[in-house]
């Protein structure tokens, strides 16, 4: 049984960073493209960026030259750095396991980790 659990978030200032960690129970964590998504109160979930197995990434709009997306696969972790953090950040982040990109959405999801941009 595949879980996923996040951890890492908490309050932080404008302009503040974050790292989020999201750790994968079950065998094959190499092998699954990875996403972080997010879901602030009254709007609906967004992608804010994805890892294939191979190692490439992709960003929204929204979060490109601000956040990073790595993976490490000795630990069967993947991680989401957030620098340069904005208001609108501000969000449930939820990590995601998938077959391929393509796929992401249908596969495995963590419990979500709260991030809260305020001053």
């Known amino acids: 049984q595949v879980q996923l659990v996040e951890s890492g978030g908490g309050l932080v200032q404008p302009g503040g960073s974050l790292r989020l960690s999201c750790v994968v129970s079950?065998?094959?964590?190499?092998?699954?493209?990875m996403g972080w998504h997010r879901q602030a109160p009254g709007n609906q979930r967004e992608l804010v960026a994805t890892?294939?197995?191979?190692?490439?990434?992709n960003y929204a709009d929204s979060v490109k030259g601000r956040f990073t997306i790595s993976r490490d696969n000795a630990k069967n972790t993947v991680y989401l750095q957030m620098n340069s953090l904005k208001p609108e950040d501000t969000a449930v982040y939820y990590c995601?396991?998938?077959?391929?990109?393509?796929?992401?959405?249908?596969?495995?999801w963590g419990q979500g980790t709260q991030v809260t941009v305020s001053s």
């Open positions: 995601n396991l998938g077959a391929s990109i393509a796929t992401l959405i249908r596969g495995y």
């Open positions: 890892i294939t197995n191979g190692g490439t990434t």
């Open positions: 079950g065998s094959g964590f190499s092998i699954y493209a």
